[in-house]
């Protein structure tokens, strides 16, 4: 029960942030946001740790959490490396894949094509992330793997909330589609150009998307 609390309060503080209803800065009261979400303070404790997890917070000793916006230009840096990082993992994987590995990513995107004919966004990222790991691994480079897992876990939120633009699920469903035919067809530059601008599109959507949030409220 905990676990679903602090997810679901999760979602609702990236919201509030996304909207500009906790701007940058500002301090999360773990007290006033039990109150607020009708919970105790271990979930409310739980989602501020997994904000920190992606940078959305920060943590001070003796201070507390406190709300941390990175600005337009530090996200599309992220999604920009982001991109570089998934196209590496891709060319690699295109000659290391095993046949396995090919059958899970092929189940991933049927769970995918599952949860965009729900309409579901949020249930479509949790298999669009399973998917996008399958391909690190793939990559069979240890080190690049854990990087790229690594800005994924920063990203998270923004590569969430994008989902929600209108025909984004749609479109991602396509480009997953051509980047498991180029891995199958080994070819190597076309999964990376593939990924890359799987990835860059959704830097570049959930800018606008920011913009737009921040100027309904």
Same mark, same amino acid.
């Given at each position: 029960?905990?676990?679903?609390?602090?997810? &679901?309060?999760?979602?609702?503080?990236? $919201?509030?942030?996304?909207?500009?209803? +906790?701007?940058? @800065?500002?301090?999360?009261?773990?007290?006033?946001? #039990?109150? &607020?979400?009708?919970?105790?303070?271990?979930?409310?404790?739980?989602?501020?740790?997994?904000?920190?997890?992606?940078?959305?917070?920060?943590?001070?000793?003796?201070?507390? #959490?406190?709300?941390?916006?990175?600005?337009?230009?530090?996200?599309?840096?992220?999604?920009?490396?982001?991109?570089?990082?998934?196209?590496?993992?891709?060319?690699?994987?295109?000659?290391?894949?095993?046949?396995? #590995?090919?059958?899970? +990513?092929?189940?991933?995107?049927?769970?995918?094509?599952?949860?965009?004919?729900? @309409?579901?966004?949020?249930?479509?990222?949790?298999?669009?992330? $399973?998917?996008?790991?399958?391909?690190?691994?793939?990559?069979?480079?240890?080190?690049?793997?854990?990087?790229?897992?690594?800005?994924?876990?920063?990203?998270?939120?923004?590569?969430?909330?994008?989902?929600?633009?209108?025909?984004?699920?749609?479109?991602?469903?396509?480009?997953? &589609?051509?980047?498991?035919?180029? +891995?199958?067809? @080994?070819?190597?530059? &076309?999964?990376?150009?593939?990924?890359?601008? $799987?990835?860059?599109?959704? @830097?570049?959507?959930?800018?606008?998307?920011?913009?737009?949030?921040?100027?309904?409220?």
């Amino acid at each position: 029960m905990t676990i679903r609390s602090a997810d &679901r309060i999760t979602k609702e503080l990236e $919201h509030l942030v996304f909207t500009g209803e +906790l701007g940058d @800065g500002e301090r999360l009261d773990e007290i006033k946001l #039990a109150k &607020r979400f009708g919970v105790s303070r271990t979930p409310v404790r739980e989602a501020i740790q997994k904000l920190a997890t992606s940078g959305l917070v920060t943590q001070e000793p003796r201070r507390g #959490a406190f709300v941390r916006q990175p600005g337009p230009v530090e996200l599309m840096e992220m999604f920009e490396a982001m991109a570089e990082l998934e196209a590496s993992c891709g060319r690699l994987a295109a000659s290391r894949v095993s046949d396995d #590995a090919l059958v899970q +990513l092929q189940i991933a995107n049927d769970k995918c094509q599952a949860a965009l004919d729900q @309409g579901d966004p949020d249930l479509y990222y949790q298999e669009n992330e $399973h998917f996008h790991h399958l391909i690190y691994k793939a990559s069979g480079n240890g080190f690049l793997e854990q990087e790229a897992q690594k800005l994924h876990r920063r990203l998270k939120p923004f590569r969430r909330v994008q989902l929600h633009l209108r025909g984004r699920m749609k479109q991602s469903m396509c480009e997953h &589609r051509d980047i498991v035919t180029a +891995l199958i067809d @080994g070819d190597g530059d &076309r999964v990376a150009n593939t990924l890359r601008d $799987h990835i860059a599109i959704q @830097g570049e959507k959930f800018h606008h998307l920011m913009t737009n949030l921040k100027s309904d409220t």
